[in-house]
């Protein structure tokens, strides 16, 4: 497409924890909307004193030396109250403030100055239509967003508001689990069976349990953790690195916030290497103080060393397996197909420890942190004539 020209772009919209993603049809084709050349671009929004704020990955590099204005995890404040376990959880782990505001509802005190959890986001929202008008030469005014397959009416307005903010119109709201089994081109074929959608992503793992009779679909149970997520096997790593430097030097990261946010950030990176690879190496500079001097860290980190702590992590995922089935009246046996999304699933450990419980082959991706925006942008009727017929769950079964 040629800049200036009047088409618009609908976009389809994943807004997990730790990134946000985004596509769209030109010229019949599906395209990813990027940043730095990334297609999973960080949920991350610095706020400086006085410029515009910073949104993605150059938000991050900000977390290094100015922490507590560098806004991470939105998604998981975005319709709460300050009081509930999720914001308590997330206010112990971040070195930025939250506060609370009217009706209790969890607000973020940065330099002075308080913001709702939209605005962040629509900060976040804004970078990606912005980024999709540059790379695309046509408007981007509306977007079909996916939530999760539990999300509250809250949760679903305060995102809405937020798109709002960004100057987007939310054209639909498209359950996660959904997406992701329009992603795997579940639709492509009218068949009769029985799904178990798994969507493990940066901050929660979620099991829906689903029914395809032909296109249209049937939500038969959800569960899930909104505890468990991607950001855990980050903090695990992290925990190990420093561990293994306190034996040998004495020396407790968990004491500068700053150096301690740079390893969970180290360690994320770790983490996705090793998801292909059996060896990555971990490098911080300046690390630590010892003996008055300052000494680099520079560990080779085995995917067999840290494994047995994340395979713990990891087994946190079948208590959710079993509610879903079990409020599905079904067993594994029942499930003829296991569909994989969510960036955490690329993890070996976690597809091990999944095909284990199920006994069978699973549906994944090398894409799988994309996948969501993926589903979403298929609903948005600007692919093929097929994409117009997706199904969707019935009313009630989701937000």
Request: with cysteine; hydrophobic share 45%; proline share 5%.
């Amino acid at each position: 497409m040629q800049p200036g020209s009047n088409r618009e772009v609908v976009l389809g919209i994943d807004f997990g924890m730790s990134t946000v993603s985004a596509c769209g049809f030109v010229g019949g084709k599906l395209h990813f909307v990027v940043d730095e050349g990334e297609r999973a671009i960080p949920c991350a929004v610095y706020i400086p004193e006085r410029s515009e704020p910073l949104v993605g990955r150059r938000a991050l590099h900000q977390i290094l030396r100015d922490p507590a204005a560098t806004i991470t995890a939105i998604k998981r404040l975005l319709g709460r109250h300050v009081h509930e376990r999720e914001v308590r959880r997330l206010d112990a782990g971040v070195a930025y403030a939250i506060a609370s505001g009217p009706d209790d509802m969890a607000l973020l005190d940065v330099r002075g100055r308080q913001y709702a959890p939209q605005q962040v986001a629509g900060e976040v929202l804004r970078h990606i239509r912005q980024l999709a008008e540059l790379r695309f030469g046509a408007a981007v005014r509306r977007a079909v967003v996916t939530v999760p397959a539990t999300a509250s009416p809250a949760y679903c307005q305060a995102l809405k508001q937020a798109a709002q903010f960004a100057g987007l119109a939310v054209q639909q709201f498209v359950p996660e689990p959904v997406a992701g089994c329009l992603a795997h081109g579940m639709h492509e074929t009218t068949a009769l069976r029985r799904l178990a959608v798994c969507d493990f992503g940066g901050g929660t793992f979620d099991v829906t349990i689903i029914t395809q009779d032909g296109l249209h679909f049937e939500c038969l149970a959800i569960d899930g953790d909104d505890l468990l997520g991607g950001v855990d096997f980050d903090e695990e790593l992290a925990e190990a690195v420093a561990g293994h430097l306190y034996q040998a030097r004495r020396v407790d990261l968990h004491r500068d916030v700053v150096k301690w946010q740079e390893l969970l950030w180290r360690a994320e990176s770790v983490k996705r290497q090793l998801s292909t690879a059996t060896r990555a190496s971990l490098v911080m500079n300046d690390a630590f103080v010892a003996n008055g001097q300052r000494h680099d860290l520079r560990l080779g980190i085995d995917r067999a060393w840290i494994e047995p702590r994340w395979a713990k992590i990891a087994r946190r995922m079948v208590p959710v397996l079993d509610r879903a089935l079990a409020r599905a009246r079904r067993t594994p046996d029942d499930i003829d197909e296991v569909l994989l999304i969510g960036g955490s699933t690329l993890m070996p450990i976690v597809r091990r420890i999944i095909g284990e419980y199920f006994g069978k082959p699973l549906r994944s991706t090398e894409h799988a942190d994309v996948a969501v925006a993926v589903g979403a942008a298929l609903q948005t009727g600007q692919g093929t004539q097929v994409c117009t017929q997706v199904p969707r769950l019935p009313a009630g079964a989701a937000p």
